[in-house]
Each structure stands twice: as C-alpha cells, then as structure tokens.
C-alpha cells in the first residue's frame, strides 16, 4: 500500500485517537491496540516517515495511560526509593558511567599535573589554602582544616556547597552537558591535585584516610549529578523519535528524579564531614577505615548492584520501567 493511501484511510481515525478521550478503559485498550497494529505496519513499510515518528509518539501517550498513570496513584514513598529509582539509575547506566569514567581521567589527570608543577596545586586550591595545608602538616595534623569549626556550623555549610556543586552541575546539563563536563573537569582536577599534594609531602594514607571518610559519599554525589546532567543533555541532543522539546521533557523528568535521589547521600556526607572527619585525625584506622567501608557498600550496593538485579528482574516479569523508553512497546 501506498503511503498516501495508509494516511488517508487511517487519519481521520488518529485524529479521533488523539483529540476524543476514550470512554473507557476498554476502549482506550482497543486504540491502542489499533494504533500499535498501525505503527507495526508503518515501520515496516515506512520505516524513516514522519507519519511512523508520530505513530510511535502517539502510541506510547495510549501506553502511559494504560500502564503508568494508574500504578503512579497506587505508588507510596517506598515505591521511588526500592523501585523507581533504582531502575532509573540501571535504565541511564550509560551518561552515570560516561561520568565516572570521566572524573577518573580528570582526576587523573590533576594528579599527573600536580606532579609535574609544584605551582599546578596553589593555582587550583589558592595559595591561602595550600600554605594553611602546609602549616597544618608541619604541625603533624595535616587535615586539622575539618576540625576548626563548630560542627554545626560547619555541617550546615557544607551541605549548603555541596548541594549548591551538585545542582550546577545536574542543571547545567541543560547546556547540551557542556557545562556539566566543566564542572565534573574542575571537580575532579581539584580532587586528583588534592589527593596528590598530600602524597607529595609524605602524609597521602593518613590524610586519604580522612579526606575519604566523607569523600566516597560526597565525590559519588558530584559523579551521580553530572551523570543526571548528561541524562539532561542527552536528551537535548539525541531526541530520538520525539520531537526536542518532548525528549527534553522526558530527560528533565528523569534527570530531577536522579537528583532528588542524591539529597540524603548529601546530607550524610555534610554529616559525617562536619562531625565525623574530625575525630580521624587521633584514631585514623579504627574510625575512617569502617566509615569508608560502609560507604562503598552504600554507594556500590544501592547504584549498582540493587538497580543491575532488579533491571534483570524487571526484564523477565516484563515490568514497565519508569518513564516510556524512546521507542513505544
């Protein structure tokens, strides 16, 4: 058949689909059942046409309808923490390990820096910092810089910063991710510098020790949301078969999601900063190593490990993951 002639037969009733809400549940069912009968036909005889792109959008719209609006009513606070986060996480498992693998080379790459200029270290932390840093070092208690506030001051503030970081750098994804990677690049520069001064003046387990404490939790949240920016440019970029504007809708949608995810991993690492990474200093092993430990389950267990097993058992019960993928169903 024709394209001309699959359009005319079929319009007037697409038209209908989309402008007449359906009476019932069971006919919202049969059009999209028609609908899907319809795009099926059009990928395969049509496959690059405008009229199978707006089959395919039209045809998922009669999915959500049928599958997820009803089960979003029925879904407590539990459900975005043991279900829906989770296979978000699993669903973006590409822009979240783009990142990481990013802010590994970055740091990496701060390190190698920092070693080949002794100057590369005060031009990224300051040199008030880096002198303060010295001074601390030479009077045996290199990271005394986490125990000169009070701790409630010092823990408001740092959760302020690091949600304040990890906001510009989820939101600044809408930059096509430009200024997602800028962020992630300066991020990580400065850590991998850090990390490497340290080393340098002879005290790296010691202050790694400290510095960790927290850092896993804190530096995971910074790679999570410039992973959830790279979801919102990524959408922006590579639409797919919906129209820009729907695609960004959707990755915006997705992305927010991934950062409210982060909120309390970043109140535990301004927690742990301002009241834990203090007491490190006088019992570095039999506090930081535990501290560090359970962070990596945390972090390993609940991003990677929790969203891979239940991803997988999604799949076999045939589960709708949240948020419609690129293609319909």
Not at 31 to 52: E, G, K
Request: glycine residues 8%.
């Amino acid at each position: 058949m024709r394209e001309v002639v699959f359009i005319r037969r079929n319009q007037e009733r697409w038209h209908s689909y989309e402008h007449q809400p359906a009476a019932t549940p069971e006919e919202l069912a049969a059009r999209f059942v028609a609908l899907t009968d319809d795009l099926a036909y059009a990928r395969t005889f049509y496959p690059t046409s405008p009229v199978t792109q707006h089959l395919n959008q039209l045809a998922s719209r009669f999915h959500e309808q049928l599958y997820r609006r009803p089960a979003a009513r029925r879904r407590g606070f539990g459900y975005f923490w043991l279900t829906e986060l989770p296979l978000l996480v699993a669903r973006h498992w590409k822009p979240l390990l783009t990142a990481l693998g990013l802010f590994l080379l970055f740091a990496g790459l701060g390190a190698l820096s920092a070693a080949e200029d002794d100057a590369f270290v005060r031009l990224v932390l300051s040199d008030g910092y880096v002198n303060m840093t010295l001074e601390n070092i030479r009077r045996g208690r290199p990271t005394d810089v986490y125990g000169t506030a009070p701790e409630v001051e010092m823990f408001l503030f740092i959760a302020y910063n690091n949600v304040r970081v990890a906001l510009a750098t989820f939101a600044l994804g809408a930059t096509a991710g430009l200024g997602t990677l800028y962020l992630l690049f300066r991020n990580a520069v400065m850590v991998g510098s850090f990390q490497y001064f340290f080393i340098a003046q002879g005290v790296g387990l010691r202050a790694s020790l400290a510095i960790w404490l927290h850092g896993t939790i804190e530096i995971s949240c910074i790679v999570l949301a410039a992973g959830a920016g790279l979801v919102l440019g990524g959408s922006l970029l590579f639409p797919g078969s919906y129209p820009r504007g729907e695609a960004l809708r959707r990755g915006a949608q997705d992305a927010v999601k991934l950062m409210a995810g982060l909120v309390p991993l970043i109140v535990l690492a301004a927690f742990l900063e301002g009241f834990v990474t203090r007491l490190a200093p006088r019992h570095p092993v039999a506090i930081s190593a535990p501290v560090i430990a359970l962070s990596l389950v945390l972090i390993i267990g609940y991003f990677v490990v929790y969203p891979w097993r239940l991803h997988r058992r999604a799949r076999r019960s045939g589960f709708a993951l949240p948020e419609a993928d690129a293609e319909a169903p």
